[in-house]
Nanobody, 118 residues
Framework: QVQLVESGGGLEQAGGSLRLSCAAS????????ANWYRQGPGKQRELVAS??????????NYADSVKGRFTISRDNAKNTVYLQMNSLKPEDTGVYYC?????????WGQGTQVTVSS
């Protein structure tokens, strides 16, 4: 059974930083692509950052709105994916979800709330 558990969300002031973690069990992050999504108040869920599997080169991609501020990374030994968020803005507020895809299924975590105050 695959389980993704996000943590690290909270309340932060604009300009501050947070690091989100997504720990996986039942699936190996290093051989599957992983993503961070977010859903702001009244908005659709959007892709924030992605990291390809190691066999695919571990390339990273970011939404234009977070380029230069957010960094996605992976610790293979801990089977955990991170999202380092710097220079936070109020518009970064939302529930952040991690997601991982194997050849058959997409799995989602329960989400962690990030609130950025101005």
């Amino acid at each position: 059974q695959v389980q993704l558990v996000e943590s690290g969300g909270g309340l932060e002031q604009a300009g501050g930083s947070l690091r989100l973690s997504c720990a996986a069990s039942g699936i190996i992050f290093s051989i599957n692509p992983a993503n961070w999504y977010r859903q702001g108040p009244g908005k659709q869920r959007e892709l924030v950052a992605s990291i390809a599997s190691m066999p695919s080169g571990s390339s990273r991609n970011y939404a234009d709105s977070v380029k230069g501020r957010f960094t996605i990374s992976r610790d293979n030994a801990k089977n955990t994916v991170y999202l380092q968020m710097n220079s936070l803005k109020p518009e970064d507020t939302g529930v952040y979800y991690c997601n991982v895809r194997d050849p058959f299924t997409t799995y989602w975590g329960q989400g962690t709330q990030v609130t950025v105050s101005s």
